[in-house]
């Protein structure tokens, strides 16, 4: 089985740096991803981790590190439209993804 | 370039209806998967098929569910004897040979059952 605990929501200012933390228990790793979730509307991909490290990919970061079930998101220079939620996705075999609840990301002016 | 679309976007039925929900992933993806959402929660996988071959289906989805992929393109997802608690949006999700971790989501079909 897997589990996965991330922080349910969180809270920034509009240009500031927000991370948010995933730590996960999994049988069985292929690698984690993270997605983007409005309200309303369907994932959509950000960033996929299969080593350790972190992928920098313009305004968002992903870290991982394997041995220690953990990941972060890095959200820099925040906007608006980054409110949304934010999902942790560890991958078993078989290309299956586990979803965590979600961190709900609430930016404000 | 079409993403993964799915039909209908919202279905209102009665306890103990049938209904069916349809996918067509991104054109030549070989991966197809199901997931279930309820409010305030991460998606829960349900099934995958590589092409018409269903691989994995989760223990969430009790006999009453049945997903199909008959040609290895779209795939439906038919509920039997609606419950209340089959009230969700349920997402579709496909992925290609060259990159089958990268999973696309579809619009997702927003099911409630009264």
């Known amino acids: 089985g897997q589990n996965i605990d991330q922080p349910t929501e969180m809270t920034a200012t509009e240009g500031a740096i927000v991370q948010i933390n995933c730590t996960y228990q999994t049988s069985g790793f292929n690698g984690l991803f993270w997605y983007q979730q409005h309200a309303g509307e369907a994932p959509t991909f950000l960033s996929y981790n299969v080593l350790d490290g972190l992928e920098e990919k313009g305004r968002f970061s992903s870290f991982l590190s394997r041995s220690k079930g953990y990941s972060y998101l890095l959200l820099k220079e925040l906007q608006m439209k980054d409110s949304a939620s934010y999902l942790c996705a560890p991958q078993a075999a078989g290309n299956k993804l586990t979803f965590g609840g979600g961190t709900r990301v609430l930016v404000k002016p | 370039d079409t993403g993964v679309s799915q039909d209908p976007r919202h279905k209102i039925t009665k306890r103990g209806q049938n209904v069916t929900f349809r996918c067509d992933p991104i054109s030549e993806h070989n991966r197809l998967y199901w997931y279930r959402q309820t409010l305030g929660q991460g998606p829960e996988f349900l099934t995958y098929?590589?092409?018409?071959?269903?691989?994995?289906k989760s223990r969430l989805l009790s006999d009453r569910f049945s997903a199909e992929r008959p040609k290895g393109s779209f795939s439906t997802l038919e509920i039997q004897r609606t419950e209340q608690g089959d009230s969700a949006m349920y997402l579709c999700?496909?992925?290609?040979?060259?990159?089958?971790?990268?999973?696309?989501f579809g619009p997702g079909t927003r099911l409630t059952v009264l």
């Open positions: 098929f590589q092409n018409e071959a269903q691989l994995e």
């Open positions: 999700a496909s992925s290609s040979r060259e990159a089958p971790n990268e999973q696309f």
